[in-house]
């Protein structure tokens, strides 16, 4: 149980960090996160939490590594192998040693071990956490791309170092060539296993893709397990295993292009599946971040004023010798390797790149895992200033981060889009009402009409401004309730039907009532319309008590003693009367769906796209005259897949009109396409179910 808490507060602490982020959008994702972690360290669960490094690395980092991995292929990689080596490798070793060598001459007292240790555990960066910081802005594609090949497998580069490092300690020796034939075989060894591994689990699935009948329900867990199991494998060999599960992660990526137009169901569910849990896992890792923080700030506090300020001091110190070292980097970089990342078009734009790449160098909870996974002994004593390096690696993460955070946005230009979201909003609702009315023509029944309706109208979102929509509710019910009454009293409901059941049907729309409490603001408006429901339910309730009506039996009798009451030539006129109400009530409803689908046409000529109050009044009428009928059925009603599909199609018309007409942008066709295509496919899946629960 306690492993189900933990997972469900994590997933909670997302959920509500995403909820903050709607209602405080100018704050970056990452510090809601750490808040929100923070604020979970005081449950029972997290409360004194201490990371636990080779759990966090198998269930979190292997799997985010793994997709990031897929998110590359094998000529990229081949094409940029001597730049991703440049940064991951030569530009993350000469940190680690530069920041080793000054850290060590600063704090005299540590061992250059140590301090190498602690320099390799701040060196990787973050390119996610980047990412969340500079929402809003435009980063350079060249610098992001930089900053995600360095990120792929500097992480790797500073566990080798790290471990090297703690091996020195512990043995008390230090041999160059051993360290290098070390460091050779943990990298290499893990990119070898991750490639031969990933070729046969790849053989496996695109064999199961092709061959097996229900492939997804082998394919997808096996993609699912394979990060934790190459993690696992090339760990028991001693090599790295973040390697190993890129380099898996890239073969995959490989797969993905064999069986690009084939297996198409299981590879967009496992694409979505796997959008999913990266989002979700990359918010964990913030979070546990700030659920590690407080474990940190109690540990400064033992250290009392002076040594914090010196550890401050020290950090700081830290990540400006990063920054120097990253913005030189970039700024003496001749092109023959970064061509591709760092423009050299005029010299200012150089530097602006360089600075750019400089303080992008965010840490994250990588460093934090690698500080705590240093061991609370060595070589059979205490491990010297293991307090000190965790709260050291914490400040400079959370100095990275700040510093990103007000920088960034202030350097980087604002991203510009073609579309906002109110423009894809208008497109789309546009799309909607137009293959609604170019569907609604070619059904008779009223019932199926109204069905696929309601079903296409739920691809829309609906708006948020409820008063301007219950105006036009309102405007709009009154308008067809006169249509109504215009229509029963014209020339060809006179002509078809007696007076009396004329001014019957006129007396029924006379009480429909035009306010609508749910569309209006305020709980007390809303108590007050259950409250009038609730009398009129009492008042009905004591009527059928009195009169003995309850159940229905009873009714029954009620009503055979009323019927026998009358006479034959009364009971016939009644009868006769009912019939006729229900011929005019059918009629008046194909009238009111006709002049309802003439307004949305209408509109939709006009260019308009706020039509959510014409739908309310279509449903609201539909209620209303169902009534009438007293055609209380809960019946579902069935609608034919073939008319989805033509709603779909003309979906499609829509849009590739809108593109040749040029009003649309080719960016957002593409994304309403993806839309339609995920509406298409669910409802395809939602039929196959249903006829499915039929047959059986």
């Not at 979201?421 to 609604?436: C, G, L, Q, T, W």
Request: net charge negative.
């Amino acid at each position: 149980m306690q492993t189900f808490y933990t997972l469900a507060l994590l997933i909670i602490g997302v959920i509500v960090a995403n909820i903050v982020k709607q209602i405080f959008p100018r704050i970056p994702e990452a510090f809601i996160l750490i808040v929100m972690g923070m604020v979970l360290s005081v449950t029972p669960i997290f409360n004194h939490f201490e990371l636990e490094p080779e759990f966090f690395m198998l269930m979190i980092i292997a799997p985010l590594m793994f997709i990031d991995g897929q998110k590359q292929s094998f000529q990229k990689i081949r094409d940029k192998f001597s730049v991703i080596f440049l940064l991951s490798v030569v530009l993350a070793a000469a940190t680690v040693a530069v920041v080793g060598l000054i850290t060590n001459f600063v704090e005299s007292v540590w061992t250059l071990p140590l301090a190498i240790a602690l320099a390799a555990i701040v060196t990787p960066t973050d390119a996610v956490a980047v990412k969340s910081l500079t929402s809003g802005g435009e980063m350079p594609s060249s610098v992001g791309e930089a900053l995600e090949l360095e990120a792929l497998f500097n992480d790797a580069t500073g566990l080798v170092i790290l471990d090297l490092a703690l091996s020195v300690l512990g043995n008390q020796s230090l041999s160059f060539v051993g360290g290098l034939e070390h460091f050779i075989f943990v990298a290499l060894g893990g990119v070898i296993v991750g490639i031969v591994g990933g070729m046969l689990i790849v053989s496996l699935r695109v064999n199961l893709n092709l061959h097996a009948t229900n492939a997804e329900t082998t394919v997808i867990p096996i993609g699912l397990l394979t990060p934790f199991a190459i993690y696992l494998l090339a760990e028991q060999f001693g090599v790295s295993g973040i390697l190993a599960v890129v380099a898996t992660g890239i073969v995959h990526n490989w797969e993905a292009s064999r069986l690009r137009l084939s297996s198409t169901r299981v590879q967009l569910t496992q694409n979505t599946i796997w959008s999913t849990l990266s989002n979700v896992l990359n918010s964990i890792v913030f979070l546990i971040l700030g659920i590690t923080l407080p474990t940190v700030f109690q540990e400064v506090q033992k250290i009392g004023r002076l040594g914090t300020l010196a550890l401050v001091g020290v950090s700081i110190l830290i990540y400006l010798v990063m920054f120097i070292i990253r913005y030189t980097w970039a700024l003496r970089e001749d092109g023959r390797h970064h061509a591709g990342f760092f423009t050299f078009q005029n010299q200012d734009e150089h530097n602006f790149y360089s600075r750019i790449f400089a303080i992008s160098g965010v840490h994250g909870t990588m460093t934090l895992a690698m500080a705590f996974s240093l061991p609370h002994e060595i070589a059979g004593h205490a491990f010297p200033y293991r307090d000190e390096l965790i709260i050291i690696a914490a400040l400079v993460i959370l100095i990275s981060m700040v510093v990103s955070a007000l920088v960034l946005p202030r350097m980087l230009p604002k991203s510009t889009t073609l579309y906002s979201d109110k423009d894809i909003e208008h497109v789309r609702n546009k799309m909607v009402d137009y293959a609604i009315l170019q569907v609604r023509d070619t059904i008779d029944e009223h019932d199926i009409r109204e069905a696929l309706t309601a079903q296409l109208q739920s691809q829309k979102g609906w708006g948020t401004d409820r008063e301007h929509i219950s105006q036009d509710y309102e405007e709009l019910l009154t308008e067809t309730k006169e249509f109504i009454i215009s229509y029963i009293h014209g020339d060809y409901v006179s002509a078809t039907y007696s007076v009396d059941v004329i001014n019957i049907y006129d007396k029924i729309i006379d009480r429909l009532k035009i306010k609508s409490a749910h569309l209006q603001h305020g709980p007390f408006k809303q108590f007050r319309k259950y409250q009038h429901h609730v009398k009129h339910l009492m008042r009905e309730t004591k009527w059928h008590v009195k009169h003995g009506g309850v159940t229905p039996n009873q009714r029954r009798v009620q009503r055979d003693r009323w019927q026998k009451a009358q006479g034959e030539d009364m009971l016939k006129k009644w009868q006769d009367t009912h019939t006729a109400l229900l011929a005019l009530n059918d009629d008046v409803i194909n009238a009111v769906d006709k002049h309802i689908d003439d307004i949305l046409r209408e509109r939709l000529d006009a260019k308009r796209s706020d039509n959510q109050h014409i739908d309310l009044v279509r449903k609201t009428l539909n209620r209303y005259l169902a009534n009438i009928k007293h055609d209380y059925s809960k019946t579902a009603v069935t609608v034919d897949s073939e008319l989805y599909m033509q709603a779909f199609q003309f979906e499609y018309n829509f849009i590739h009109q809108g593109v040749s007409n040029g009003y649309i942008p080719q960016a957002m066709a593409t994304e309403l396409y993806n839309e339609i295509n995920q509406a298409q496919t669910l409802q395809l899946q939602q039929q196959q179910q249903l006829e499915t629960m039929t047959v059986s």
